[in-house]
């Protein structure tokens, strides 16, 4: 269903097309990344350390558990470019809303730059704690580092980091200056940014309270993505 009024503040008039189920499934869609981030971070309590062998003894002992986990992340960031699309419908038709259409751009970059970074980094463990044992130790420390500090991992993981960080920045303002958006939405994608951050201080946890707060403020967008809305000047 389609119905037509007033622009807010313009000249013109705004169309509102109800939900279809195309619109449906791109709403559960722009939620199904950051909810696997959530649940694939929190599943990975391996965590990281500066001595090789003494993380891939963690890792070794959690092998299916770090293995789903990679795999969830992996599919997490696949599913971000549908986060950002959501992100563009909900600032279809609305004033105000370029910094929200710039967050949908940052946010799909993370999604493809992270998918490397993680893939690297993953790659990076399983292939060396399958040597471990079989070759020396230093070969082990040598391959692990090679794969996790290389071009394509370093590449992916800081260019996915930044979407990341500038995505949830750029989206959450973008939600609070666009007319017509729920205010706690915005509110809430930019508390994922500072509780990020303190996954620094060990508890791996946090990583995952971030993404979670990231679908959370995403999940508030999902009404408005149901109403796609074209501005049309008089």
Do not use: C
């Not at 710039?102 to 799909?108: D, I, Q």
């Not at 993680?118 to 790659?123: A, D, F, N, Q």
């Amino acid at each position: 269903m389609t119905t037509t009024s007033a622009a807010p503040g313009s000249q013109g008039t705004v169309s509102v097309t109800g939900s279809g189920p195309w619109r449906i499934l791109l709403a559960i869609g722009s939620l199904v990344g950051p909810v696997l981030l959530a649940v694939g971070t929190a599943l990975d309590w391996t965590g990281s350390g500066a001595d090789p062998l003494e993380y891939l003894g963690r890792l070794a002992d959690a092998r299916s558990v770090y293995l789903a986990a990679g795999l969830l992340m992996m599919l997490g960031m696949a599913f971000l470019p549908l986060t950002a699309v959501g992100v563009f419908r909900a600032a279809a038709g609305r004033q105000r809303a370029t910094l929200l259409r710039v967050g949908g751009v940052l946010l799909g970059v993370w999604g493809v730059f992270g998918t490397a970074g993680i893939g690297g980094g993953y790659t990076a463990g399983i292939v060396s704690v399958d040597l471990v044992g079989t070759v020396p130790d230093d070969v082990v420390a040598q391959v692990y580092n090679a794969t996790t500090y290389g071009p394509f991992t370093t590449i992916g993981a800081s260019v996915g980091g930044a979407g990341f960080f500038l995505g949830a920045l750029v989206t959450g303002i973008g939600v609070l200056v666009a007319r017509g958006l729920p205010m706690w939405s915005g509110i809430v994608v930019l508390a994922a940014i500072p509780v990020s951050l303190l996954q620094g201080t060990g508890i791996h946890w946090l990583g995952a309270a971030a993404f979670g707060l990231l679908a959370v403020g995403i999940a508030g967008l999902i009404p408005v993505m149901l109403r796609y809305r074209t501005a049309s000047a008089l």
